[in-house]
Nanobody, 123 residues
Framework: QVRLVESGGGLVQPGGSLRLSCAAS????????MGWYRQAPGTQRELVAT???????NYADSVKDRFTISRVNANKTVNLQMNSLKPEDTAVYYCNADLLSSRGAMFSVRGYWGQGTQVTVSS
């Protein structure tokens, strides 16, 4: 069974920093694109940043130059360094990974989500 587990959320003052981490585990054969998404109350889930296996990154305009996504392929982890945080960054942050997994003799490629971690930016 594949699991994505996030950590690192919390309460921070405006202008502060947080680092989110996500670790994938289970019968994983290969991980393709990994990313972070967020959802604030009353809004749709939106893309924050993604990173491919080769390290190509993509960011939402609202977080460019403030957030940095990285991954360690050997550890099956993806991180999100968030600097200069603003109140509008407050949301539940979700890790996502597109990966190839096995279950017995069956193989599948699909996206998986973590359970989410709360980030609150407030004074």
């Amino acid at each position: 069974q594949v699991r994505l587990v996030e950590s690192g959320g919390g309460l921070v003052q405006p202008g502060g920093s947080l680092r989110l981490s996500c670790a994938a585990s289970g019968s994983i054969l290969s991980i393709y694109t990994m990313g972070w998404y967020r959802q604030a109350p009353g809004t749709q889930r939106e893309l924050v940043a993604t990173i491919t296996t080769s390290g190509n990154t993509n960011y939402a305009d609202s977080v460019k130059d403030r957030f940095t996504i990285s991954r360690v392929n050997a550890n099956k982890t993806v991180n999100l360094q968030m600097n200069s945080l603003k109140p509008e960054d407050t949301a539940v942050y979700y890790c996502n990974a597109d990966l190839l997994s096995s279950r017995g003799a069956m193989f599948s490629v699909r996206g998986y989500w973590g359970q989410g971690t709360q980030v609150t930016v407030s004074s």
